[in-house]
């Protein structure tokens, strides 16, 4: 195998010493870590590092590669301009993953580069490295919106192209862990910041990538953590490999976690092809999800599957419970995938003659329509989870404290402008959270006055 080792390391500016001007020995063991680290890349000499890092250039459903011939950047925002990198990029390793990307039509590749410097996701973990290695050209990547599975994919294609051009390389996922460890830190405090570093020190001390994937999406963002992605790709190269994992350090006294592991790929091991069985798992239980669901889901997968595969719009199928046939109302079709939204259109109030049709015609919007995101393909299809919410006759109310944000969704309207956000979401708490991005969906500003409607749904799951 080409990849000779990776390295999960975090990148807090405060520890470059012209940045933490003393400061930095608050984490002195993170540090010694570190040049352990640089230590190890030096013995190996790559030919390539690649860095992933949360600070690079990122898109919601793209994975950026850096482009060019190299690229420069230096701390001048952190108040240190006189340290300064100056970085080749392995073009050939590069074009070679962008080529693989491309055969196998994934969302990776060199486009949509706004700013060409280097990020301090990258030249923190390179200031340690460069003072003991000077070799080895660069590969940067961002992470992106998408899914683990996805991030986990570009991984594998990582390490495809390694082998394919026999080269050499290291692989460093920069990444911090939980950033509301402690109430004094700058990011406050949050109980599930420690769960998240307990348990993915965990996962790196067993090399248990499998693991990766079991950190909900939610509990990551509450954790605060912004590595995760990272050392998911991380897994994915070194995929189908018996991996020698070692945990170096593991610090929070700034109320971020920083941790630093090694793994070294020992031999090929065929139980360690974690994406595959993620998502056969996730099949089966898709599977056994959809035979309990009632009628609405089966109708709504019944429609997009029928849009998706043969361009055809379902008629109304016989056995349908009365109510569907008889009943008029306004429908969403939610679809998720890998835990993330992949489309939610809906009607507020009817437009067809039934709940049925009124679920057909939303399920291929949502699906084929929705601005936010591309078309589902046909190949995504045993990988989608799809509820749908039928609404109930909204009503004028005069205030926020009208609003339940399990209970009611709400409608702002502000003139002809209108947005909508439904009851019970994911993530949404507060009624002023929930206001605040009906608002944003209808492009309504905070400050306009506006009419305030709430309406109640019946859940299909």
């Keep these: ?3 000779l080792a990776a390295f999960m390391v975090p990148h807090p500016p405060l520890i470059i010493p012209e940045i933490g001007r003393g400061s930095e020995k608050s984490v ?25 890092s949360p600070h690079s250039i990122m898109y919601s459903d793209y994975f950026h590669i850096s482009p060019g011939r190299g690229a420069r950047g230096d701390f001048a925002r952190f108040r240190a301009s006189e340290v300064t990198f100056e970085e080749r990029y392995d073009e050939e390793l590069r074009d070679r993953i962008c080529d693989i990307a491309e055969s196998e039509d994934f969302p990776a590749g060199t486009l949509g580069e706004k700013d060409a410097e280097l990020d301090h996701g990258t030249m923190v973990p390179l200031w340690f490295i460069r003072r003991k290695y000077s070799g080895g050209k660069l590969i940067r990547i961002g992470l992106s919106g998408l899914g683990l599975a996805e991030h986990y994919r570009l991984g594998e294609m990582i390490q495809k192209a390694t082998d ?3 080269r050499r390389v290291v692989f460093v996922a920069s990444g911090d862990l939980s950033h ?8 406050g405090f949050a109980s599930e910041g420690p769960v998240y570093d307990e348990r993915i020190m965990d996962v790196a001390g067993r090399a248990a990538f499998q693991e990766m994937f079991d950190f909900r999406e939610d509990f990551c963002r509450r954790a605060a953590e912004c590595g995760h992605r990272s050392f998911v790709i991380m897994a994915g190269a070194l995929d189908g490999m018996k991996v020698d994992a070692n945990v170096y350090s593991h610090q929070d006294v700034t109320g971020v976690g920083y941790g630093i592991a090694s793994f070294y790929p020992v031999e090929s091991d065929d139980s360690r092809h974690f994406r595959e069985s993620y998502l056969a798992k996730l099949k089966e239980e898709l599977e056994a999800k959809t035979l309990a669901s009632d009628a609405y889901v089966r109708l709504a997968r019944a429609s997009l599957e029928s849009f998706i595969m043969n ?13 569907m046939l008889s009943k008029r109302a306004g429908a969403f079709v939610s679809i998720h995938k890998d835990g993330r939204l992949r489309g939610c259109i809906g009607t507020i109030l009817p437009v067809t003659e039934c709940v049925a ?4 015609n939303n399920a291929i919007s949502a699906s084929t329509r929705d601005p936010r995101f591309d078309a589902i393909r046909p190949e995504e299809l045993p990988f989608l989870d799809i509820n749908v919410d039928v609404l109930g006759e909204p009503e004028d109310i005069t205030g926020p404290e009208e609003l339940d944000v399990k209970r009611y969704g709400v409608i702002v309207s502000a003139g002809n402008r209108r947005g909508l956000l439904l009851p019970d979401l994911e993530g949404v708490d507060t009624v002023e959270q ?21 309406f109640e749904v019946v859940r299909h799951i």
Excluded at 180 to 185: C, F, I, M, P
Excluded at 311 to 323: A, D, F, N, Q, T
Aim: no cysteine.
């Design 357 to 360: 049709r009124e679920i057909i």
């Design 180 to 187: 509301k460890l402690q109430a004094h830190g700058p990011y």
């Design 164 to 166: 394919d051009l026999g």
């Design 434 to 454: 929930q206001i605040a991005i009906a608002r944003q969906k209808g492009g309504i500003d905070p400050e306009e006055k506006v009419k305030l409607q709430r």
């Design 311 to 323: 361009r055809k719009v379902l008629e109304i199928p016989e056995g349908l419970p009365s109510e």
């Design 1 to 3: 195998m080409s990849i």
């Design 28 to 52: 002195q063991e993170t540090i010694d870590a570190y040049e352990r680290v640089a230590q190890e890349i030096a013995e190996l000499k790559p030919e390539t590092i690649v860095i992933t």
